[in-house]
């Protein structure tokens, strides 16, 4: 793998609240500075629910960052010596975070980046979609469905507030399974058109 990283490489670990993003995002840093490779480790500055520049795990794993306003301070802050980037919450940035990341693995750099592939209505977040795409290597892992047990791919909201971007923890969110979340109302309403749409398939998707 190492000359991959030589040329450049995007990686993307993805999944819902809880599944472990961090602790991998931290897990592959740490190797990486094993390897003697100079890593710098970004997230998007909205996000201080633990600290204003650490990067913290549910579990509370801990390493430092360097928290950043928009996706063009990161090549701003780049250092001549660094050789892998490594972005938590990467769902938070605006589209250029697609154009940054694509820059930084044309360079060379090897890029890590962990998100919500999900936001809470169970909706691809942001720019995840295309990063997923445009990466040369994806992991989508799970948490664990609070209800039953069972792998959980998406965070379930259990209050009632409709922004996108609401910071919390389990006070606010639960890793759900596909069969124990739940839709809210407005969500229901709004997939309606879309089976509509798949009517005519209806006949090949009851089973
Ligand atoms: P993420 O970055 O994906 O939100 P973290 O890496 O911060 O996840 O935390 C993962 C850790 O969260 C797990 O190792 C576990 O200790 C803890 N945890 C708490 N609730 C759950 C859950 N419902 N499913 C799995 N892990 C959970
Ligand atoms: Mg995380």
């Known amino acids: 793998m190492t000359h991959q990283y030589f040329h450049g490489s995007i990686e993307v670990v993805c999944g819902p609240m809880f599944s472990g993003k961090t602790e991998e995002l931290i897990r ?4 990486a500075q094993i390897a003697k490779q100079r890593v ?9 629910r633990y600290d204003v520049e650490d990067v913290v ?3 509370s794993q801990v390493i430092k960052s360097e928290p950043v306003e928009n996706a063009v301070d990161i090549l701003i802050r780049l250092k001549d010596s660094t050789r892998v980037v490594a972005i938590d919450e990467v769902q938070f940035f605006d ?7 694509t820059k930084l693995a044309a360079r060379g750099y090897r890029v890590i980046c962990a998100g919500l592939d999900l936001d809470y209505r169970a909706q691809p977040f942001g720019p995840m979609p ?6 040369d290597e994806v992991m989508k892992i ?5 209800v039953c047990g069972a792998p959980a791919t998406r965070s379930q909201r259990l209050t009632a ?15 759900r399974c596909r069969g124990h979340y739940q839709h809210d109302e407005v969500e229901e309403q709004a997939l309606l058109p879309l089976e509509e749409e798949i009517k005519p398939l209806a006949g090949h998707l009851t089973n």
């Not at 295309?130 to 990466?135: Q, R, S, Y």
């Open 28 to 31: 592959r840093v740490k190797r």
């Open 40 to 48: 710098q480790i970004f997230k998007p500055a909205v996000d201080v």
């Open 57 to 59: 795990s549910h579990s």
């Open 95 to 101: 589209e250029n975070i697609i154009t940054v990341v």
């Open 130 to 135: 295309t990063l997923l795409a445009l990466a």
């Open 142 to 146: 799970h948490a664990i469905c609070t």
């Open 161 to 175: 507030q409709k922004e996108r971007f609401l910071l919390g923890e389990s006070d606010f969110y639960e890793a």
